[in-house]
């Protein structure tokens, strides 16, 4: 593909969601606290959805009203779009709160912030972020479900939410990274570089299928960065790109497409450049996939399996998301904002998804 098709910024990228994380030290209002009127909705709509016998999934916002915490819900969604890229929220009290409960709270709360979509080929759409003792060089296995560090990446969403029911034993110390100033500082260092991030790149689906429009080949292809209407736009996970290079119909990555992610990683981990955190039990993290990059630490997890690190993971596609740019049509369907777009195809049936993939979503 042409160079042209994947235009650049004219220069830096400025933008609220360009930071540091050292930006962030001292700063109160970093964490956004769940006030006592919003956790008394979760309560009251918590209660009526269990006395009716509603489902996690299986229910709509109507189903969870939450009739006082209309501003917070904005106020996370601008801070998501238009914002730093992020939200951190912390409160919610989670004494007497079961597994059961907390994906209820966590479901309800997501039909308030946006649609969920598909994480999977089975059609799973909330997810268990949980240690299922996988090997990460397993091209079928996917990084949740290991203790190893995560390398910062996104998701095939425009946000990817996450709820802590239990941290680890030990690390799992979670990290985001804003993608424009990723790239604002590696221009400063090697503009010729930076451009190669703006062609296409291989990458592997991992045994994902494709939408049925889009061709089951193993692999896609789509440039690491892309301009579109003065906002960056990423989608970047390293090792799916590695791991392509197995298909002998995948181009060989050029010594120069290499030293450009190198940079690009080296740079992503550079001292300041990211903003680090433990989760809390009860607390939510909501990151803009095309803005803000994610990651965590590794991890030593409990031996016993109920006493494990547990998140709960939604994709989220929001209202006010921002129109994306042509190259992300075929893979996420649709580039029109606030557009349900992004998923993973759902083409296989939920039941014979193996117990290993732990992203049944009846807790």
Known sequence: MAHDAYPMPPGDVDHPSVWRGD????RDDLVMQMSAAMIADIKVALASVKARGLEVTHFTREDFPLPNSAGEIKAILDSIEGGQGFSLVRGFPM??????????????????LGTAVSQNSYGHVLGHVRNVDLNINQTNVRGYQTTVQLAYHNDQSDVI??????????GGQSSLVSVGAV??????????????????????????LGREDEGDEPHYAMPVLSYHKGLLNARYIRGYIMSAQRFPDVPRLTE????????????????GMALDFYMQPGDLQLANNYAVFHSRTSFEDFSEVEKRRHLLRLWLCIPNSRELPPCFEKRFGSCKPGAVRGWIPARRK?????????????L
């Open 256 to 271: 120069k497409q290499l030293a450009a992610l190198d940079l690009f990683d080296e740079i992503s981990k550079s001292p």
């Open 23 to 26: 930006q962030f030290e001292g």
């Open 95 to 112: 004494e007497g709160i079961s597994d059961e409960d907390a994906g209820l709270i966590f479901w309800g709360l997501g039909t308030h």
């Open 161 to 170: 939410a996450l709820m802590c029911i239990r941290p680890a034993k030990s």
């Open 183 to 208: 790239y604002n500082e590696m221009r400063r260092q090697r503009p010729d570089l930076v451009a190669e991030l703006f062609q296409p790149f291989y990458i592997d689906r991992r045994g994902e």
């Open 350 to 362: 939920a039941e014979d998804a193996p117990r290993e993939e732990f992203q049944l979503e009846r």
